[in-house]
């Protein structure tokens, strides 16, 4: 059984920070790719930001300059640190993790945490 613990959402005023924090339990062995998407209400969920084993990322031109994500691997833990936030920014946050075990993909995700930013 594996599960992701979310943390770090909450309300902040435009400007702010908030460090978004993910943390994977159970039987995962062979992390690959970490990353955190975003659902707005009435829109579709989106990618945020993504890292991979090799410590390469990527992110959503929206938030490039302004999110940083990172990974501890000992601690199994995906890190975002969003800064100069928007209210746009406002949605559920889902942590999604990529592992590989005996031959197969597998991918499992968060539960979700609220971030909601004021103007």
């Known amino acids: 059984q594996v599960q992701l613990v979310e943390s770090g959402g909450g309300l902040v005023q435009a400007g702010g920070s908030l460090r978004l924090s993910c943390a994977a339990s159970?039987?995962?062995?062979?992390?690959?790719?970490m990353g955190w998407y975003r659902q707005a209400p009435g829109k579709q969920r989106e990618l945020v930001a993504e890292i991979s084993s090799g410590d390469s990322s990527n992110y959503a031109d929206s938030v490039k300059g302004r999110f940083t994500i990172s990974r501890d691997n000992a601690k199994k833990t995906v890190y975002l640190q969003m800064n100069s936030l928007k209210p746009e920014d406002t949605g559920v946050y889902y942590c999604?993790?990529?592992?590989?075990?005996?031959?197969?993909?597998?991918?499992?995700w968060g539960q979700g945490t609220q971030v909601t930013v004021s103007s």
């Open positions: 999604r993790v990529r592992a590989r075990a005996m031959g197969l993909n597998y991918e499992y």
């Open positions: 159970g039987s995962i062995f062979s992390i690959n790719a």
